[in-house]
């Protein structure tokens, strides 16, 4: 059971690339997120979504974007890379509103030069 | 506007006494709390929960309880062993059922 899966696991950028964070999960869930951490600002939210066709944003939005054409897979999307999008990035899933308990993927590191 | 919060960077205790960690919100419509623990280089792993209308919530060594006048949770590790050293996060569940976490309490557990 491989739950949730982040490729890359490291990726460098340059200034104005764009690049898409894969997220899968095998766990049939509704409910997929996407997180980034920083030091001393902890898990910030992203985007998520609570199904298939439906995505909402969460904290910190802006420079992302995702879609989720189906329910085991939540890519995130850099539009145009800033060096402030270099952080840690984690995908996570979960049952739905009424299971809280989020599965999380293993991360991945994005660096932007 | 950080409506989860933990004010304490960092926590050192040693081995076989109690870690409590502390973590205050400011939003009075979250209606679950989670605690996740973190390991360098890996993702955040659930370790225990709360609902709203509970003052407390016990597994093993781990308990966290609520104070939801003080909107405030802690979580206590009784006794702390070398192996709890991790990153500890406190999440809050929205009425969007989005989780909002805090920035992180990192525990070292002296042997």
């Known amino acids: 059971n491989a739950g949730v899966t982040q490729t890359p696991k490291f990726q460098v950028l340059k200034t104005g690339q764009s690049m898409t964070l894969q997220c899968a999960q095998d766990m049939n869930h509704e409910y997929m997120s996407w997180y980034r951490q920083d030091p001393g600002m902890g898990l910030r939210l992203i985007h998520y979504?609570?199904?298939?066709?439906?995505?909402d944003q969460g904290e910190v939005p802006n420079g992302y974007n995702v879609s989720r054409s189906t329910t085991e897979d939540f890519p995130l999307r850099l539009l145009s890379a800033a060096p402030s999008q270099t952080s840690v990035y984690f995908c996570?899933?979960?049952?739905?509103?009424?299971?809280?308990?989020?599965?999380f993927g293993q991360g991945t590191r994005l660096t932007v030069v | 506007d950080q409506q989860v919060k933990q004010n304490s960077p960092s926590l050192s205790v040693q081995e076989g006494r109690i870690s409590i960690l502390n973590c205050d919100y400011t939003n009075s419509m979250f209606d679950y709390f989670l605690w996740y623990k973190k390991y360098p280089a890996e993702g955040p792993t659930f370790l225990i929960s709360?609902?709203?209308?509970?003052d407390k919530n016990e597994d093993g060594r781990f308990t966290v309880f609520l104070n939801k006048s003080a909107k405030h949770l802690s979580l206590h590790i009784v006794p702390s062993q070398p192996g709890d050293s991790a990153v500890y996060f406190c999440?809050?569940?929205?009425?969007?059922?989005?989780?909002?976490f805090g920035q992180g309490t990192t525990l070292q557990v002296k042997p």
């Open positions: 709360i609902s709203s209308i509970k």
């Open positions: 999440a809050a569940r929205g009425n969007t059922g989005k989780l909002i």
């Open positions: 979504s609570v199904g298939a066709g439906i995505t």
């Open positions: 996570a899933s979960s049952y739905g509103r009424a299971y809280t308990e989020a599965f």
